[in-house]
């Protein structure tokens, strides 16, 4: 043992200290840390990782185009469908029933009993209104020709249609053959043709015109479904791509940052950020293309439905009293029960129900004050051929002053068309809002995604190049 081990083992007693004094132990060796170096990924691995945020930002750049582009065509569909096809099947039934009814009124008219040079009731009125009916009859039907899926049903109107021209025809032949027969007493040959075309009308031509009018109707209610829920599918499978891709961007992002020692990668930041941009954008437009769709349909489509039966529904009617008064007893019997059955049936069609809001309740009631004109003018009509004035009757029936049946019923028929109308326009503002929405898609998101998709490759070009 060395000198100074004894002195270093021996050193506290030599100094004074009791003896059996515990030595105090000396402090343990510092302990070094080892330090763990970073963790770098390899080629590989980083290439693998841009490769998933690549085809992540391709993926939600084809569901933005794919959405945008599916939205966009149902509801140009659903526009089509209703303004083209169920709008012009509802102006084919009114113009078919007032097509009758004006047959039937121009054989009212005649001259008076008591003077054979004063002409009773207004005839020219009849006659040309029917002829532009029928002329607004075959452009309809050209119109619905075009649609190829029913142009079986289009071709039974036309054979119908042209029997019922041929019978009407030979009727208004027989009447003009007798200028001077007392008004309200058409010849009787003259009213059993009319009779016959009256039941090819509503036997044949008025119900295909209404199975049609029904069918499009489906159809504009099915297509209006399809695009609000199309939509809402969409901005789910947009939102949920979106989110995907945003959370694995800013996963990158963090591991980037740890890895490289970098604060931040300038190019996936703004990648991260364009695919932001693009998803909340495509919620939005996706979201607001649904609620214009909804509104199209519960503020203009449904309302537009229940108006241009009425429409229809009307003009029916106003053909039911027609043929009651040139018809006989025991005709006239059955067209006052229809007329009967038409007008309850009408009254409910026009009540505003729950759907008018309180900015529209005064349109629905200008419209039922002028139905209320029509049907007064029908008990008068009825209560004079009932007491034998017929001549009185037949001017009632004809011409166009108020208080008549044929101005009134206009007036009532015209004011309940530009209800209509509103609530159709109102339709197709809400459905071109819908299509509006996604103006500029999916051009727009591409471009964006695009960029996305090169400032992901700027990203990771450096970080590779140092494997070099």
Known sequence: MTTSQVRARTGPAAQGEPAGTPAVPAPPPEAYRLRVPRRVPGPRQL??????????VATLGVLTAVAAVSVRRDTGDLRTTVTQRAAVAAQLRFALADLDAQRANALAPGVSAADPDVVVGNQLNALITAQQRRAQV??????????????????????????????????AYVDEQDPVRPAGHPPRVAVSMNVQAGDVMHDSLLPAAAALSAVYGREADDRQAQAHDAALRWTLAVGAAGLATLVFLLWWQRGLAREYRRLLNPPVAAATAAVLAVTLAAIAALTATAAAVDASGRTGLRPW??????????????????????????FGAGDQAQFASLTRRLDTLLAPGGYATAQERPAYDDVLTRYGHFRADDRRLRTLKGTGRTEQAASVLTEVGRGDVAFDFWDFATTLDALADRRLADFSAHAGDARGSLDGWPGVPAGVLGAALVLVLLGVRPRLAEYR
């Not at 290439?47 to 085809?55: E, G, I, K, S, Y």
């Not at 003009?315 to 009293?321: M, Q, V």
């Open 47 to 56: 290439t693998v990782r841009a490769v998933v945020a690549l085809a992540l």
């Open 305 to 330: 439905t229940r108006l241009a039966e009425a429409r229809a529904v009307a003009a029916e009617a106003a053909a039911s009293e027609s043929r009651w008064f040139v018809h006989d007893a025991a």
């Open 138 to 171: 075959s452009d309809l039907l050209r119109q619905l020709g075009g649609d190829t899926a029913r142009s079986g049903r289009v071709r039974s109107l036309l054979d119908a249609l042209g029997r019922y021209d041929d019978l009407s025809g030979r009727s």
